[in-house]
């Protein structure tokens, strides 16, 4: 298996202009999981779904993040409009069902809005 | 609320030496554990993880770490590092299917 598959790696965009962050999860995987990671706030979970459909997003930031999961080998992050403090690596991160719930990540996308 | 500390943000060891990289946990019932590691400009790639039994626990690279529930803690160790062991360590904990993590250690190692 490849992995958990994210793009684009790297991002540059201008503020005020919308950003669409792609992962494909691990197939079989029910699991999946969106991550931003910062210097002053570490690593944070944004949303997380079960199934396609979203259980947790109380790490969302605010109404300008959105995350959507159509299917089970496809998820989107989207932030409309984009800010400079949006500044950060986007992880995605898929997993089983079982109760141990190991976690396998992407590679992440670096994100900065200028 | 369930929290995870990693007091130590630097840890400087030289090559060969040994290292312990320290976590704490808050969490009222017995925790599933994990380390993680994230090499510079990579995703986190799982060490090793605590479900229950054994209190010691072998991961990969040559890391362990030991479960010490009167301590609450999780402490990661390796007998001798190489230099490629250079990154930062996320200590873990799952809550309710989510991980919640530390803010890690960023080692360094010198030869």
């Known amino acids: 298996d490849a992995g958990v598959i994210q793009s684009p790696r790297h991002e540059v965009t201008e503020m005020g202009q919308e950003v669409t962050l792609r992962c494909k999860p691990i197939?079989?995987?029910?699991?999946l999981f969106w991550y931003r990671q910062t210097m002053m706030r570490g690593l944070e979970l944004l949303i997380y779904f079960n199934n396609n459909v979203p259980i947790d997003d109380s790490g969302m930031p605010e109404d300008r993040f959105s995350a959507k999961m159509p299917n089970a080998s496809f998820s989107t992050l989207k932030i409309q409009p984009s800010e400079p403090r949006d500044s950060a690596v986007y992880f995605c991160?898929?997993?089983?069902?079982?109760?141990?719930?190991?976690?396998?990540f992407g590679p992440g996308t670096r994100l900065t809005v200028l | 609320a369930q929290s995870v500390t990693q007091p130590d943000i630097h840890i400087t060891v030289s090559e060969g030496a040994s290292l312990e990289l320290r976590c704490n946990y808050s969490?009222?019932?017995?925790?599933?554990l994990f380390w993680y590691v994230q090499s510079p400009g990579q995703g986190l790639q799982l060490l090793l993880k605590?479900?229950?039994?054994?209190?010691l626990v072998q991961g990969i690279k040559g890391f362990e770490a030991e479960f010490k529930r009167s301590q609450s803690s999780f402490n990661l160790r390796k007998p001798s590092v190489h230099w490629s062991d250079a990154a930062e360590y996320f200590c873990?904990?799952?809550?309710?299917?989510?991980?919640?993590f530390g803010a890690g250690t960023i080692l360094r190692v010198k030869s």
């Open positions: 969490y009222g019932a017995t925790p599933y």
């Open positions: 197939s079989g995987h029910d699991y």
């Open positions: 605590y479900f229950s039994g054994d209190t």
């Open positions: 873990a904990v799952e809550y309710g299917n989510k991980l919640v």
């Open positions: 991160a898929s997993s089983l069902t079982e109760d141990y719930n190991e976690q396998f």
